[in-house]
């Protein structure tokens, strides 16, 4: 069992930055792939971006340029750095993990961007 926990949302005017972290209850983060998923109200949730065991990363394509995910080196701690935010990134951000034994989710952190 892991546990996910992020933190960090906040509001943010359009055009500002914020950092979302994700602290898990032990060291998984350098051994499993990881991803940042994004659930606007009324939709499904979706992929925002993703690193996997050896460091290469991957981003949707509304992100791209902006968002940049990464970890600590102890493994614990992943991070969504988020640039030029606009309204259309309003959500509530997940982290996730995928564990060889399953998927396991943080519980999410809103993320409010105003105009």
């Not at 995928?98 to 989710?105: K, N, T």
Request: net charge neutral; proline share 3%.
């Amino acid at each position: 069992q892991v546990q996910l926990v992020e933190s960090g949302g906040g509001l943010v005017q359009a055009g500002g930055s914020l950092t979302l972290s994700c602290a898990a209850s032990r060291s998984i983060f350098r051994a499993n792939t990881v991803a940042w998923y994004r659930q606007a109200p009324g939709e499904e949730r979706d992929f925002v971006a993703g690193m996997y065991p050896n460091g290469v990363t991957k981003y949707s394509d509304s992100v791209k340029g902006r968002f940049t995910i990464s970890r600590n080196n102890a493994g614990n701690v992943m991070y969504l750095a988020m640039h030029s935010l606009t309204t259309e990134d309003t959500a509530v951000y997940y982290c996730k993990a995928v564990m060889p034994y399953g998927d396991y989710w943080g519980q999410g952190t809103q993320v409010t961007v105003s105009s």
